[in-house]
């Protein structure tokens, strides 16, 4: 045997050996990522969430065959938002790791449901947790909650045929019910098989034919495919069986409208109201739907008699209160929503969402002392309210309170974190490895209000310190770097930072965003990079932004008005102004230092407009009356 020969003959030995230890854990390893598994198991117990996530970490990276312990980090790698935040391939790491524990325990029936739910966030385009779901399944015949998950995985892949083969097995283990009866003619109406879907539902009669609810399932089946005629058979046969029931009733109302027969369609709908085994929950939201329909047909007086009728049935219930009040704001009488929502709250202040509808009712009644009055009022009853907070400062930054608007972000802050100093520096690092999604967010909302405050304060220094701060936590938070790229042009402050800070914000969903266009359009102005600026101003302005506002504002025109102007364009800069202008009028802005600046603009280029619109024309008109023409138009503005 040569050299060469042994040699390959000694590494085939030295792999085979390493092939053997493959997957073994070393004993002492184990010993110590056990010592740390088990350390995290009572943190947990104990809801000290961010000393178990670095446990399980420890406890997995000692030992990475230990599958509970990447269970466990994948877990908390997933609910914590230090780890995932500007890291897209976290879902895809954290699954890699519980897929460990998956593989290596396929029996474990709950665990592959809650890997199944997560897979299908970080991708649901494959068929993975269906291999998961049916292989957990193998080991679990009787286990109805395998059965549902595996069904709603068929589904969302359509594959009905297996979704429905599902449902047989559901049906050998617990027999026919209405649930399973109704998904399998959901999944043969998906296949538009509805033969089929009508002998399921056919079954479940001929199962439970004197019950109620079997005729209502075959009814609601007849409805949706547009039977009326066999739905109100149906609906009438189980009206038949328990006369006192509201329920049959609101089906055939329901068939009725779509007949369009109104009065049948009231009658009924004033039975619902009536009857006594429908709750009050479930007529609020029958009415809902009622005053839905009247307010598309313009038929306002139904809807106001069938409220009446609810409000006489329950004068005191702070629920029908509360839908009084949102059913008198739909009409835009928000004095008698506000008035509705006060007695809803004197009879219930627990629930925060009343509060902070009387407190919008108030604002859109010009009454913004009112509402903050009734936040203070609300603290007796939800002092830890941040949704009430927050909407607080948002009304105390919109009467030019900015100080009181920033002490109450600054509590909001406090809140999440004691530990935050906002008027220092401040880094990912300082932030709590057991943040919650709502939390981070808040905090960076609170964040970006703080550094809005403090530029209309005009403490520059403390406004970009702020706006520093939000994004050394999220870099990916284009609101502030759009608010900080904007500030910055304003003042004339680092305007390459103002540029790239622009930039970064027009990245992803927000790239044909008008608002943020503008802005890095005005920052190329500014560096008088006028050919630049144009299309992207051009683009704010005439593009196809989903999130354009319904008016754009004045700014937008005046910022395009400059550029044109600087690019010797005059006739069209002008008649951006003048749509600017035409704005703030609509929106009583007049009183703003622009308006008057604008129009001053305006003045020192009408006389060159006037002989490019001449030239242009051609026309007969005199030079003297276009003038005067400009001038009448300059004056109106003026007045």
Sequence with gaps: MNRMVKYFVSALALLMMLTAFAGKPDPAMRRKANYYYNAAIRSEIAKDYPAAHELFRKAYLTDTTFNEAALGYGRYMLINMYDSIGNPGCMTKACRLMRKYIDANPDDAREAIIYCNILRISNDSISEDIDVLERAYSHNTDNTDLLDALEYAYVIHENYPMAIDVLRRYERLKGVNYSVSTRKAQCYMMMGDSISALKVMDSLVIAEPHNMLSYMMRAAFYQEAANLDSAICDYRRAEKINPDSGQPK???????????????????????????????????????????????????????????VLLKQYPLNADVLEFAAIYAAVKSDTKAAEEYMSYAIDIDPAKEERWLNLIYYQMQNNTPERAIESYHRSKKYLPDSQGLRRTCAIIYAQTKEYQKSNDLFMEIIKSIQPSLRPDSIITRNDIRRDISYGDLDLLLTSLNSIGNNYHSLGRMEDCYRTFDNALAIDPDYHEVANNYAYFLALKGDDLNK??????????????????????????????????????????????????????????????????????GRKEPAYRAWEKAIDLMKQDNDTDNPDYADIIARMKEIEDDVLKITEAAGGGEATEADDTSELNDVVEKMVK
């Excluded at 009050?280 to 409220?307: H, L, P, T, W």
């Design 250 to 308: 609101y089906g055939l109302a329901m068939c009725y409208q779509a007949l369009g027969d109104s009065v049948a369609y009231d009658s009924l709908m004033a039975e619902v109201m009536r009857a006594e085994d429908i709750d009050v929950a479930d007529k609020i939201e029958c009415m809902r739907s009622y005053v839905i329909d009247n307010i598309r047909n313009q038929n306002g007086k139904r809807s106001d008699d069938m409220m009446d």
């Design 498 to 567: 103002a540029l790239e800070l622009s930039r970064r914000s027009l990245t992803g969903s927000d790239r044909d965003y008008y608002v943020y266009l503008d802005t890095y359009a005005w920052i190329l102005y500014k560096l008088g990079r006028y050919e630049e600026a144009l299309a992207p101003m051009e683009r704010a302005i005439n593009g196809e932004d989903p999130m354009r506002d319904k008016d754009l504002t004045y700014d937008l025109f005046d910022h395009y008005g400059c550029i044109l102007l600087a690019l």
